[in-house]
């Protein structure tokens, strides 16, 4: 019997790797998780457009003028509403990262992570991100 | 040296992973007062064209709230990302590469952004 406890067992899981992941049902604070890694990167990777976007906007009466047109004419081989996609993209991204952030310092200070409050805190996150983004994706491709 | 990889590595002691964890907390929180600093001043009154936007930027106490939370931006963005290469990225010499090139873009951001700052 000491002889048999020693055996590996045969299916032995390897490392996982990252498509293994994709193979899991996320629960909902699982993809607020997700998604604020992605919004991050996401940010992260386009940096250099928000601050060009920026410098535009307050260097001179000119550039703002040129600031404008990016929405109204768009930039090169962008039309106006792919960049207003982009736009569109970045703000979800920061809404919901910030969200997600405010949640983490929430339960940092609060202490507060049974399963039930980060369902919904979770759902929350998710629902109010996105309503957001409609209000303020609505004001961006002039709606209102 | 203790060893921080393997089945043996230290996974307790005195500030073990604080850094990065308390750094990113406080600059979040520096990024989130800035929010809502320029919100309140979106809302208001008045038309919103290039001379009340740039007239915002233009208060030398805002420019150096903008450039203290880019900084904050920056290492925060430093912090997630280097999470991220290091969960995904486990050959050690591309994990360096994209480690190296995380910083040149966020420092060469950051130098945009002071430029665009006090041209103003």
């Known amino acids: ?144 | 040296m203790s060893v921080n990889y393997g089945s043996k590595r230290t996974v307790v002691g005195a500030h073990y992973g604080l850094r990065d964890w308390l750094s990113q907390r406080v600059t979040a929180v520096l990024m989130a007062i800035f929010t809502v600093v320029l919100v309140v001043q979106l809302l208001m009154p008045g038309e919103l064209g290039y001379e009340r936007w740039a007239g915002i930027f233009a208060a030398q106490w805002m420019k150096l709230l903008t450039l203290v939370v880019f900084v904050a931006l920056a290492w925060h963005a430093w912090v997630g990302v280097r999470d991220i290469w290091m969960d995904y990225v486990k050959p050690v010499g591309l994990r360096l590469v994209l480690q190296v090139a995380t910083i040149v873009w966020l420092v060469g951001c950051t130098g945009w952004a002071v430029q665009v700052l006090w041209r103003l």
């Not at chain 1, 996609?85 to 990262?97: D, E, K, S």
Request: aromatic content about 14%.
């Open chain 1, 1 to 144: 019997m000491a002889e048999m406890s020693r055996q590996r067992p045969v299916a032995r899981p390897g490392t996982m790797r990252l498509v293994d992941a994709v193979k899991y049902r996320l629960p909902v604070a699982g993809w607020v998780s997700i998604l604020h890694r992605v919004s991050g990167g996401l940010m992260f990777v386009l940096l250099p457009f928000v601050i060009w976007l920026f410098d535009l906007s307050v260097s001179s009466e000119a550039s703002y003028d040129g600031f404008t047109s990016v929405f109204a004419a768009g930039v090169g081989p962008f039309a106006p509403w792919f960049l207003k996609l982009v736009c569109l993209a970045l703000i979800w991204a920061y809404l919901h990262h910030f969200i997600a952030g405010v949640r983490h310092l929430w339960m940092d200070a609060t202490h507060s992570v049974s399963k039930s409050q980060g369902s919904f805190s979770a759902r929350l996150t998710l629902l109010v991100g996105v309503l957001l983004t409609l209000a303020l994706g609505a004001k961006l491709f002039a709606l209102y």
